[in-house]
């Protein structure tokens, strides 16, 4: 089995717009998601790996400092009573004594932020604490007081009672922050120290973690995304697939959608456009056949024009012919004779009177068809009329030869214009004497049915050939023309019959029947 380009054309556009629709919008959304993910996952661990441990150690010397000015106006508050801060933190350390603002400082330091903090009075050597790292952090100080400092050191803040430094321990292999100094009473040492070592190791654990989240977030949120995005694709594949139906002129199609959001207002108002289109495209249908009527119309004006003027010239030119050459043989002496020159000019006198006779029925015809020459409807006797037709026809019926039958002596009254009936029954009446063959008869009946009378003249003669029934009524059309042109016929004369008729919005016909043929029309009835 094979496809045609014509018929695989179609299926391949619909395959493709399938695929362009699975692989549009809603995919979009989705790799727009995984790649925002990713941004901001590479950013984070970018911010980690190079910005945290820097903020770490901010924090940290922000801490440090907040503990010294603490400490400081505690100190210089203590000497101002004549006091010494060493005194008060005794209460730290032993089992009975009261919790004091520094202390609870101390403490706070020690247990949240991971910091050591060793105080001792210059004067007395006083140490707090007195544990083991108190004297290790105790002998530190003194070393930094005396300028002994690892060149390794790292200077962050320089004042003119402490400093705060980042250095490096051998013992433990890392680096800590520490600050150290005198407090402003003057006679109170301190320094503080707090771990750094671990920062790096946290950043990696912390990069680490946030790559195993991270990860599984983009798979989920990419999932969760893949999905929900067809809450909002769908309505735009419907209005997609509208579309694609309007671009096929299927204005049957419409949106259905109840949603109030943009996709909403695009979908209502593509089905106003989709009404709209329709109905201007019916209008342009309606325009565009009225036009074709038109031109229609035209053409066939001009064709029956044409053929009016063909048959005119052709009807003109046998009469016109004899006229001519008889009045050349009068004028060069041919006829000698009275009786000759009687001859001629009775030959031009009634080619003149046919051509006359054509020309009165051609503006009767022309009046009739463009409707300038309307019925004047009155009620008459459509059998007395029949009778002063036949009365006024009788000469011409003897030299025929005819015998016409009708036997309507009552009256019968019709709705007609009376001067026109009268036309139409003398050319029923002609064309039957001019048709007469065999017995010679004509015979008229009036029928009548429920609101109308028909009427039919009946002639003896040859049947008209069938293919010709429906042309009679045709201007100039002739059966047999040498037989119409010797009794002087045009061919205009039915189709006079046929304007008139029309003209009442009757109608009228012919058929063979046996032994001859009848002609008929009908008119409303007067009853």
């Given amino acids: 089995y094979t496809l045609s380009l014509h018929d695989a054309l179609p299926i391949y556009l619909q395959i493709r717009g399938e695929r362009r629709m699975k692989h549009s919008i809603r995919v979009k959304f989705t790799m727009i998601f995984i790649g925002l993910m990713a941004a901001v996952l590479v950013s984070m661990w970018a911010v980690n790996s190079f910005f945290l441990e820097g903020f770490y150690a901010k924090q940290k010397l922000r801490l440090l400092e907040n503990a010294y000015e603490n400490l400081n106006a505690i100190a210089v508050d203590k000497e101002f009573q004549g006091q010494n801060i060493t005194e008060e933190l005794q209460s730290l350390f032993s089992s009975d004594g009261e919790q004091t603002e520094a202390s609870r400082l101390l403490r706070l330091m020690n247990d949240k932020y991971n910091t050591t903090i060793v105080i001792q009075d210059s004067i007395t050597g006083e140490l707090i604490p007195l544990a083991k790292d108190g004297k290790f952090l105790a002998d530190a100080l003194h070393r930094y007081i005396l300028g002994i400092i690892d060149p390794r050191t790292?200077?962050?803040?320089?004042?003119?009672?402490?400093?705060?430094?980042?250095?490096?321990?051998?013992?433990?292999?890392?680096?800590?922050?520490?600050?150290?100094?005198?407090?402003?009473?003057?006679?109170?040492?301190?320094?503080?120290?707090?771990?750094?070592?671990?920062?790096?190791?946290?950043?990696?654990?912390?990069?680490?973690?946030?790559a195993y989240v991270g990860l599984a977030a983009l798979v989920l949120g990419s999932a969760l995304m893949y999905y929900a995005t067809k809450k909002v694709v769908s309505p735009i594949r419907s209005l997609a697939a509208l579309s694609a139906r309007m671009s096929e002129l299927d204005f049957e199609a419409r949106y259905t959608g109840d949603s109030e959001d943009e996709i909403g207002v695009l979908g209502h108002s593509m089905n106003t456009l989709s009404e709209k289109l329709k109905e201007t495209i019916g209008e342009l249908k309606t325009a565009n056949n009225e036009l074709q009527k038109d031109i229609e119309e035209k053409i066939k004006i001009d064709e029956t024009r044409k053929e009016f003027i063909a048959n005119v010239s052709h009807e003109l030119k046998t009469p016109i012919a004899l006229i001519q050459g008889y009045a050349e043989g009068l004028t060069e002496g041919m006829a000698e004779d009275e009786d000759s020159r009687n001859y001629y000019c009775e030959v031009i006198m009634d080619e003149a009177g046919k051509m006359n006779k054509m020309v009165k029925q051609l503006l009767t015809l022309t009046a009739l068809e463009f409707g300038n020459d309307m019925p004047v409807m009155e009620r008459f006797d459509i059998a007395a009329l029949i009778h002063g037709i036949l009365s006024s026809a009788g000469i011409l019926l003897q030299q025929k030869e005819a015998r016409v039958v009708f036997d309507q002596e009552e009256p019968v009254w019709v709705w007609a214009d009376e001067f026109k009936i009268e036309e139409v029954i003398t050319n029923y009446l002609n064309n039957a004497m001019n048709h007469l063959e065999g017995e010679r008869r004509i015979e008229i009946r009036l029928e009548r049915k429920e609101k109308?009378?028909?009427?039919?003249?009946?002639?003896?003669?040859?049947?008209?050939?069938?293919?010709?029934?429906?042309?009679?009524?045709?201007k100039f059309y002739k059966v047999d023309k040498a037989r119409t042109r010797e009794y002087g016929g045009s061919g205009i004369g039915l189709s006079i019959v046929k304007a008139i008729m029309d003209s009442h919005n009757k109608s009228c016909g012919v058929e063979n029947v046996n032994g001859g043929v009848e002609f008929w029309f009908t008119v409303d009835s007067g009853i």
């Fill in 154 to 210: 790292e200077t962050l803040i320089s004042q003119d009672d402490h400093q705060v430094q980042k250095i490096y321990d051998r013992r433990s292999q890392g680096y800590y922050l520490q600050s150290w100094g005198f407090f402003d009473d003057n006679r109170t040492m301190f320094i503080m120290s707090m771990p750094l070592a671990s920062i790096h190791d946290s950043v990696n654990i912390s990069n680490e973690f946030l």
């Fill in 452 to 474: 109308e009378v028909r009427i039919t003249v009946f002639n003896t003669g040859r049947h008209i050939p069938e293919e010709d029934l429906g042309n009679l009524w045709t």
